[in-house]
């Protein structure tokens, strides 16, 4: 079992910064794969990155492809998500997760975190 707390969430204007990280307990979260999903008010979970548990391969959303960056480090069990040239429409709760299954879906990830808040202002 896993369990997961995001950090580094908050109120920044567009065009900036942020980075966000998750911090697991356990001593496997080497065994999976995490990803970052975002739920914006009256929307729905929509996925936003994800890393494979080998750091092999990476994934991302048509909307932050060449913005974000997903990254851990599997010594420190620690996932980030560096978000750069931040919109107004990146404003969500932003959530890890984990699962051993590589996924788009936020069905296929079994353990989530409690979500931190990023608000973007124009």
């Known amino acids: 079992q896993v369990q997961l707390v995001e950090s580094g969430g908050g109120l920044v204007q567009a065009g900036g910064s942020l980075r966000l990280s998750c911090a697991a307990s356990?001593?496997?979260?080497?065994?999976?794969?995490m990803g970052w999903f975002r739920q914006a008010p009256g929307k729905e979970r929509e996925f936003v990155a994800a890393?494979?548990?080998?750091?092999?391969?990476?994934n991302y959303a048509d909307s932050v492809k060449g913005r974000f960056t997903i990254s851990r480090d599997n010594a420190k069990n620690t996932v980030y998500l560096q978000m750069n040239s931040l919109k107004v429409e990146d404003t969500a709760v932003y959530y890890c997760?984990?699962?051993?299954?590589?996924?788009?879906?936020?069905?296929?990830?079994?353990?989530w975190g409690q979500g931190t808040q990023v608000t973007v202002s124009s």
């Open positions: 997760a984990a699962g051993v299954i590589v996924s788009v879906m936020s069905s296929n990830y079994a353990y």
């Open positions: 356990g001593r496997t979260f080497g065994n999976y794969h």
């Open positions: 890393i494979t548990r080998s750091i092999s391969s990476t």
